[in-house]
């Protein structure tokens, strides 16, 4: 034990921390009540009081090209920096976060998956916090039950339900989630309503201080994928958003944060410049172009 504590205190010292890549998804003005959806969700004031927190303790804004201008070259800047960052494409990143991060001049990023804005998404954890509130019980079609008549239960089903789907292997997740969620019925405008469109993000896009980068196609866990998917999801999702956007795509988040040597591989050869995961710590001089990690931020 103190051995690896020497250690971890030498690492520190030969491999600095240079700073922080942050993890967002939604910004809201009322918050999920399932737990799992609500560490997702921060509000416009969380938003803001963050961004004067880090200007206060005297980081740098940055912007995703910045980072790999850093990790790549193997800067130690001072004062280190921040780079925040969105997955998926939630329209409120465009109308509660945007004009926030205007006010400070904060440079942001947003990786955005492409089935989002083109319709085919299932955003499936607001689906399942939807049956969660409305049922007292619930039985999916590969017959397990569920009790839901509190709101702890409703937080242990809809962990339990989460990994089930996380270990799902499916050529379509959606079509297999809709199976599995088949006794019951859904908002089906709820994608529309929550997830930017493409209009939204090409006006973001011309903005300097946003950059608009690739989460995929489907969000499907690519490690799980066929070597033809996956590049697929990889290098397609790339070329759509370019041709969206007119501007190069040079940023990829991998969904779940789950990759391995080929796909990290595939990412290079498709002439990403860097690629991030879904949590981690700091970023330190030694830090990998297409392996960062990110401090997920949540609102507690």
Request: glycine letters at 2%.
């Amino acid at each position: 034990m103190i051995q690896k504590k020497i250690k971890r205190k030498l690492y520190k010292l030969f491999h600095p921390a240079v700073g922080e890549i942050l993890m967002l998804h939604r910004v809201v003005e009322n918050r999920s009540v399932l737990e799992a959806n609500r560490q997702m969700e921060i509000t416009p004031e969380f938003l803001e009081k963050t961004l004067q927190n880090y200007q206060r303790k005297g980081y740098q804004f940055v912007s995703l090209d910045e980072v790999y201008e850093i990790v790549s070259k193997q800067k130690r800047p001072k004062p280190k920096f921040v780079c925040f960052t969105f997955d998926d494409g939630y329209v409120d990143n465009y109308e509660l976060a945007y004009p926030i991060f205007k006010k400070y001049n904060c440079p942001f990023a947003i990786y955005v998956t492409t089935d989002f804005p083109d319709g085919k998404a299932l955003l499936w954890w607001y689906r399942l916090e939807e049956i969660l509130l409305k049922n007292v019980q619930l039985r999916l079609s590969d017959g397990s039950e569920f009790n839901c008549s509190t709101n702890e239960n409703r937080n242990n089903a809809f962990k339990e339900i989460r990994n089930k789907i996380f270990s799902l292997q499916s050529d379509n997740m959606v079509k297999t989630l809709n199976e599995l969620f088949l006794p019951y019925t859904f908002d089906y405008d709820i994608e529309n309503k929550q997830v930017m469109s493409w209009k939204h993000i090409i006006t973001l896009s011309k903005d300097q201080l946003c950059t608009i980068a690739s989460h995929s196609i489907s969000h499907s866990a690519l490690d799980w994928s066929t070597v033809n998917m996956m590049k697929r999801e990889v290098i397609d999702s790339k070329y759509i958003i370019e041709k969206k956007i007119n501007l190069p795509v040079l940023h990829f988040a991998y969904p779940y944060g789950r990759y391995n040597d080929n796909i990290c591989k595939t990412i290079l050869e498709a002439g990403y410049r860097t690629a991030v995961l879904a949590n981690g710590d700091v970023e330190r001089t030694d830090a990998n172009i297409i392996i960062l990690r990110r401090i997920v931020l949540i609102e507690k």
